[in-house]
């Protein structure tokens, strides 16, 4: 067997164990599946843009997800709101309208391709896996004083 047929066999394999991750809203009503192709799928990412604070409380973690891997099974209470809060840019977020937890968020550039997934909405043990460790920090400008910059990022 050809050394490229072996490799492109073993990528397959590794792609077709990949664990389908569940989520969950604070009660529960909304659920949904995660299903990455590979661990380069997610792209956890912090944020400490205004808007973050403003909607989060303070920074944001989030997975970025193709759209593809994101489905929700269960929303009867989904709700979501879109805006542009004066940055010149509509945001739009997506919420468990019983419980308030934010499920994800997207900016219209990204509507029709990525989600970014609130990281602490992924169903335990899902969230202590190494693929969704923090790869880079957005608006560090806007980071509070006190708040040290991620490992490696
Ligand atoms: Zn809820
Ligand atoms: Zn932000």
Redesign the pocket.
């Known amino acids: 067997m050809p050394q490229r047929y072996i490799k492109l066999q073993k990528e397959k394999e590794k792609c077709a164990t990949m664990p389908t991750y569940t989520g969950t809203c604070y009660c529960r009503a909304v659920k949904y599946n995660l299903d990455l192709k590979t661990p380069q799928d997610a792209r956890t990412s912090l944020?400490?843009?205004h808007?973050?604070k403003k909607a989060y409380g303070n920074y944001?973690i989030t997975v970025k997800v193709p759209l593809s891997c994101f489905k929700y099974t269960e929303s009867p209470t989904l709700k979501k709101h879109s805006m542009d809060n004066g940055s010149g840019k509509v945001l739009n977020r997506e919420f468990c309208g019983e419980c308030g937890s934010f499920i994800c968020d997207y900016g219209d550039a990204a509507k029709n391709d990525f989600r970014y997934v609130l990281l602490g909405t992924i169903d335990e043990p899902g969230v202590h896996d190494e693929i969704f460790k923090p790869q880079g920090e957005?608006?560090i400008s806007q980071r509070m004083k006190w708040f040290p910059p991620i490992p490696g990022g």
């Open positions: 944020c400490h843009c808007n973050c944001a957005f608006y």
